[in-house]
């Protein structure tokens, strides 16, 4: 946002690059106030709501430049972009606890799959391996590698559900606690 922000007020005149700094100052101050607000704990689903907004407006322009770029409507491109962001925004916002528990696990199962992998060899990366399927080489990965997806599905697995049964009991304890409060 602070991109097209800046493209829109300084583009045609960009002779004193001073003023770049003070954007980009200004933008870090901003920046730093605004993640302080937003970090507080009343306002996480707030600060990650509108994270998860911008990354969805992001998906919407890579929908418009892939899918929906033969149309050239520029209505398109608006509703597109504005819906996903909206979406994303909508959805972190009811389901922040489950998508940083999945976000989490993936991330973590595929870390360790990986980190196994500088030891244990017989890990294509992924450029390697799409590279091998568009050439026809489906057979010719090694075997081992395909223990490597099972064991990263099965930590995706065994760990939603440690994670998940964690997250019930904490948020039974709370509820417990606030009971008594309450009383």
Request: net charge neutral; glycine share 10%.
């Given at each position: 946002?602070?991109?097209?922000?800046?493209?829109?007020?300084?583009?045609?005149?960009?002779?004193?690059?001073?003023?770049?700094?003070?954007?980009?100052?200004?933008?870090?101050?901003?920046?730093?106030?605004?993640?302080?607000?937003?970090?507080?704990?009343?306002?996480?689903?707030?600060?990650?709501?509108?994270?998860?907004?911008?990354?969805?407006?992001c998906?919407?322009?890579?929908?418009v430049?892939?899918?929906?770029?033969?149309?050239q409507?520029?209505?398109?491109?608006?509703?597109v972009?504005?819906?996903?962001?909206?979406?994303?925004?909508?959805?972190?916002?009811?389901?922040?606890?489950?998508?940083?528990?999945?976000?989490?696990?993936?991330?973590?199962?595929?870390?360790?799959?990986?980190?196994?992998?500088?030891?244990?060899?017989?890990?294509?990366?992924?450029?390697?391996?799409?590279?091998?399927?568009?050439?026809?080489?489906?057979?010719?990965?090694?075997?081992?590698?395909?223990?490597?997806i099972?064991?990263?599905?099965?930590?995706?697995?065994?760990?939603?559900?440690v994670?998940?049964?964690?997250?019930?009991?904490?948020?039974?304890?709370?509820?417990?606690?606030?009971?008594l409060?309450?009383?």
């Amino acid at each position: 946002m602070a991109c097209f922000l800046f493209y829109t007020i300084y583009f045609s005149s960009l002779d004193d690059i001073s003023q770049f700094w003070y954007f980009l100052g200004g933008g870090v101050l901003v920046g730093i106030i605004l993640g302080c607000i937003l970090a507080r704990p009343k306002m996480v689903k707030v600060g990650s709501s509108i994270l998860a907004g911008w990354g969805g407006y992001c998906v919407g322009l890579i929908l418009v430049e892939t899918i929906f770029a033969w149309t050239q409507q520029d209505w398109l491109f608006w509703v597109v972009t504005i819906g996903c962001a909206v979406a994303a925004g909508v959805l972190a916002f009811i389901f922040l606890d489950m998508i940083v528990l999945v976000s989490t696990v993936v991330l973590g199962s595929y870390a360790t799959m990986r980190g196994v992998s500088c030891y244990g060899g017989h890990y294509y990366n992924e450029f390697t391996m799409a590279k091998m399927i568009k050439d026809g080489l489906l057979e010719e990965i090694d075997p081992l590698y395909w223990a490597y997806i099972g064991l990263f599905f099965a930590l995706v697995l065994i760990g939603g559900c440690v994670q998940y049964r964690a997250l019930k009991k904490e948020r039974n304890d709370k509820a417990r606690s606030e009971h008594l409060y309450n009383r």
